[in-house]
Nanobody, 125 residues
């Protein structure tokens, strides 16, 4: 079992930055593919970013809407995956979820087994 806890969300203005954290317990995150998803009211869950197992090279993927603005990274010593979000836009407003899977890199939410409770990010214009 992997327990995931997100933190770092909040209310910011357009153009600001935020860093979300996803801290795991129960297992070592470097052995899992970890992804960030988001869901805005009335919309489907959207893939934001993912980083695969360390031993496979740590492949990184980004959703099209966040490429060039968001950066995913992992601190193995802290068993934590981060999502650095820069140049935030009002359309980035959503609940952000961290997820993990023992499978390889995937952008599909159904491929993830473990999920955190989510953290709210609100970007005002």
């Amino acid at each position: 079992q992997v327990q995931l806890v997100e933190s770092g969300g909040g209310l910011v203005q357009a153009g600001d930055s935020l860093r979300l954290s996803c801290t795991a317990s129960g297992r070592t995150l470097s052995s899992y593919t970890t992804g960030w998803f988001r869901q805005a009211p009335g919309k489907e869950r959207e893939f934001v970013a993912g980083i695969s197992w360390s031993w496979s090279g740590g492949r990184i993927d980004y959703g099209e809407s966040v490429k060039g603005r968001f950066t995913i990274s992992r601190d193995n010593a802290k068993n934590t995956v981060y999502l650095q979000m820069n140049s935030l836009k009002p359309e980035d407003t959503a609940v952000y979820y961290c997820a993990a899977t023992p499978r390889g890199a995937t952008t599909v939410s159904g491929g993830y087994v473990y999920w955190g409770q989510g953290t709210q990010v609100t970007v005002s214009s």
